[in-house]
C-alpha cells in the first residue's frame, strides 16, 4: 500500500479543546513507522495550518463558520494533491467536521466513490436543524445533492458542491441520533446499520450487506469516515462525544480489516481522538492506541497474521 497521511489539528467543529492535539499523539504513538514495518510505503504530507479566521461571525447556531469553511478548503486541496500523487490518504482530526474537505478532496480525483460512515452519531444534521451548531454534526449535510436545498448560504461554505447521494453512503455504529437527524436518514432511505442491527445481524452480516449495497457488484473507490466515537467508551473514552454500547475493539477492527481485504480503500479520516477528553494517561493511551489499530488494519494489519 502507498499511503499519504495528513494532520488536520482542527476543533472549530465543536467546543471541546484537545481534538487539535488528535494528530500529534497518532503519530507519536508511531502509525508511520507501524505502517511502513508491515510494507507500506508512506509520505508524511505533515499538519496543515488550519488558523481561526479573523472577525468570523456566528451564523445563527453555526460558530466560526468562515474558519470551519476555509480549514476544509484546505484540507480538500490537500487531499486532492494525495490521490494525485496515487496514494492512499489517511486524514488524522481533529473533528469529524473535516470530513467536508477530505470527501469533497477526494471527489475531485473519484467521482463515483462511495462513503462508509463509521461513528455513533449520523453527523447529517443541517445548520438549520442542528441542536448545537457544532458543525462536526453536520458534514454529510453538506455532502448530499438531496438536501442542497436545505443548506442556507454561509460565509465560507460556498465553495462547497454536494458530491454523493444517499445510495452512495452506508453508515455503521449508530446509537445517538437527533430526532431530525432520524427522519433525515429515514426520508432519504440512507442505509444504515446501528448498534440494534449490529446485535441482530452482528458484524460479519453487515460488512456483507455494506459490500453488496456499495461495492460488490460495481467496483468503486470506498472513503471511509471513522470517528472513533464509534468504539465503546470503555475502549476509546478520550473524545468528544462519547456514546455507550458502542462497538468492541474487535468489531471496531474487522470493519477495517474487510474494508482492507477491498483492495478499494482509496482514503480514510480518523476523527474525534481527544486527549484532553482522558481522565488518566490509560484512557489517552487506550483511545490513541485503538485509532493507529484501525489505520494499520485498514492498511493490511490482519490478526490471521
Ligand atoms: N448530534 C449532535 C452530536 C454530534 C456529534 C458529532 B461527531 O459524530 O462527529 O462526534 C448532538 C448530540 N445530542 C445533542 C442533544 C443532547 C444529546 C446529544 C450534534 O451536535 O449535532
Ligand atoms: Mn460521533
Ligand atoms: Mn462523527
Ligand atoms: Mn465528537
Not at 445510495?167 to 431530525?180: A, C, H, M, N, W
Amino acid at each position: 500500500h502507498s499511503v499519504g497521511i495528513i494532520g488536520a489539528p482542527f476543533s472549530r467543529g465543536q467546543r471541546k479543546g484537545g481534538v487539535e492535539k488528535g494528530p500529534d499523539y497518532i503519530r507519536t504513538a508511531g502509525l508511520i513507522e507501524k505502517l511502513q514495518a508491515q510494507g507500506c510505503q508512506v509520505k508524511d504530507y505533515g499538519n496543515l495550518k488550519l488558523d481561526d479566521v479573523p472577525n468570523d461571525e456566528p451564523f445563527g447556531k453555526v460558530r466560526m463558520p468562515k474558519t470551519v469553511g476555509l480549514a476544509n478548503q484546505r484540507l480538500a486541496d490537500a487531499v486532492h494533491t494525495v490521490k494525485k500523487e496515487g496514494r492512499a490518504c489517511v486524514v488524522l482530526g481533529g473533528d469529524h467536521s473535516l470530513a467536508i474537505g477530505s470527501i469533497l478532496g477526494h471527489a475531485r480525483s473519484q467521482r463515483d466513490l462511495c462513503l462508509v460512515w463509521v461513528d455513533a452519531h449520523a453527523d447529517i444534521n443541517t445548520p438549520l436543524t442542528s441542536p448545537t451548531g457544532n458543525v462536526h454534526g453536520q458534514p454529510v449535510s453538506y455532502l448530499l445533492k438531496e438536501l442542497q436545498s436545505k443548506i442556507p448560504v454561509m460565509p465560507g461554505f460556498s465553495w462547497i458542491k454536494p458530491c454523493i447521494t444517499a445510495k452512495d453512503i452506508v453508515y455503521i455504529g449508530l446509537r445517538d441520533l437527533d430526532p431530525e437527524e432520524h427522519y433525515i436518514v429515514k426520508n432519504l432511505g440512507i442505509k444504515s446499520f446501528s448498534m440494534t442491527e449490529l446485535d441482530r445481524l452482528g458484524m460479519g452480516r453487515v460488512m456483507e450487506e455494506t459490500s453488496d449495497h456499495l461495492f460488490s457488484k460495481v467496483k468503486r473507490p470506498i472513503h471511509l469516515s471513522y470517528d472513533i466515537d464509534a468504539l465503546d467508551p470503555l475502549v476509546a473514552p478520550a473524545t468528544g462525544t462519547p456514546a455507550i454500547g458502542g462497538l468492541t475493539y474487535r468489531e471496531g477492527i474487522y470493519v477495517a480489516e474487510e474494508i482492507c481485504k477491498t483492495g478499494l480503500l482509496s482514503a480514510v479520516d480518523l476523527v474525534e481522538v481527544n486527549p484532553s477528553r482522558g481522565k488518566t494517561e490509560e484512557e489517552i493511551r487506550s483511545t490513541v492506541n485503538a485509532a493507529v489499530s484501525v489505520v494499520l488494519s485498514c492498511f493490511g494489519q490482519a490478526r490471521e497474521g
